[in-house]
């Protein structure tokens, strides 16, 4: 992976990357979309609300796997001193909190006629509003400081110790009673899930992995561009001779 952490080499990967997966992002969604509002059936129990869970349980896979992404960022940059590992973890960061909010949101409207409160502090509940404390967390310490160095090594050890959340809110519904239904699509065996709502919800998955994948290439080939023009900025500055008053 090190001859992936040179930007040139990079921004040309990423270059042949985004046509290919803005546009798989748009047609799996849509997809997704389609099959999850006319050919999918309403559940027995929940009717017609069920649908929320083609946005909610989606975005909640997106929120963990941005956060372990960042974290895996984070580590590598900590470790062996990559000189992009930094820049994935910033560039991950918003799109993680953005995919949290989303399922909290979501989970909010599909809560309140199931359970009839738009709000219970139960262990997933509380776990992901952690993780979107972590995310809120890890983009205020990386502006937290004048040098960008240490801004990106405190977010980073913040991502680390952080992680140890990602565990909790995927075994929560086993290790504590919740209101959350147990897993039915990743467990040992078959998925418990109708086939006909599995279709949906694994291309609005697989839709909304693609639409992370673009905006995070397009977010770090952002701060590849910003960190050159700051380099070129700070040569200028440094270049500009000073005058030295002479004494009369």
């Known amino acids: 992976m090190h001859r992936f952490a040179n930007p040139a080499r990079f921004l040309r990967l990423a270059s042949a990357i985004l046509p290919w997966s803005s546009a798989l992002s748009a047609l799996l969604i849509a997809a997704g979309l389609y099959f999850a509002l006319f050919h999918s059936p309403a559940d027995y129990q929940q009717g017609e609300t069920v649908r929320i869970m083609y946005v909610h349980v989606p975005s909640a896979w997106l929120a963990m796997a941005c956060y372990s992404t960042m974290a895996l960022s984070s580590a590598v940059a900590l ?94 519904v086993d290790w504590w009673n919740t209101l959350h239904q147990p897993a039915s699509v990743s467990k040992f065996g078959m998925p418990s899930i109708d086939p006909a709502m599995l279709l949906p919800l694994l291309l609005m998955a697989l839709g909304f992995t693609c639409f992370f994948v673009t905006v995070l290439l397009i977010r770090v080939r952002t701060e590849i561009i910003a960190s050159k023009l700051r380099a070129i900025r700070m040569t200028q500055i440094h270049a500009v001779p000073v005058a030295v008053p002479v004494a009369e």
């Open 79 to 172: 470790i062996w001193k990559h000189p992009l590992a930094d820049l994935v973890a910033k560039a991950a960061s918003p799109i993680g909190a953005a995919f949290t909010f989303l399922c909290l949101v979501s989970g909010s409207l599909w809560g309140r006629p199931m359970w009839g409160t738009w709000w219970a502090w139960d262990a997933r509940l509380t776990s992901m509003l952690i993780l979107f404390f972590l995310y809120l967390g890890h983009m205020a310490l990386i502006n937290a400081f004048d040098d960008p160095s240490r801004g990106a090594k405190a977010a980073a050890i913040l991502a680390l110790a952080g992680f140890v959340n990602i565990p909790i809110i995927k075994f929560s």
